[in-house]
């Protein structure tokens, strides 16, 4: 992430200090800007894609370990606690 923002404050630097007309350098910048409004509109839906994949895969785990949780506990005989048989020395 810090790359990025370094390689886009360098880009804007440089436009800045080269030798255009003020009217050409904020058409430039005006351009530039829309187009990393765009990309950055871009990621952002994809953010959020993969977050809600993410978030519904997530339920499906827990659904699915609840269901094992239930199913084994429902298997396992009345007064255990899963200890299991101690040995004596």
């Not at 992430?1 to 005006?30: C, H, I, S, T, W």
């Not at 990309?39 to 370990?65: N, Y």
């Amino acid at each position: 992430m810090g790359f990025v923002l370094g390689l886009l404050l360098g880009a804007v630097g440089a436009l800045l200090y080269a030798p255009k007309a003020g009217d050409n350098m904020r058409e430039e910048l005006q351009l530039r800007a829309d187009e990393l409004k765009k990309r950055a509109d871009e990621l952002q839906r994809i953010a959020q894609k993969i977050a809600d994949d993410v978030s519904v895969k997530g339920r499906e785990v827990i659904e699915g370990a609840k269901k094992e949780w239930d199913s084994a506990g429902s298997g396992r005989s009345g007064g255990t606690s899963g200890g299991g048989a101690s040995k004596s020395s």
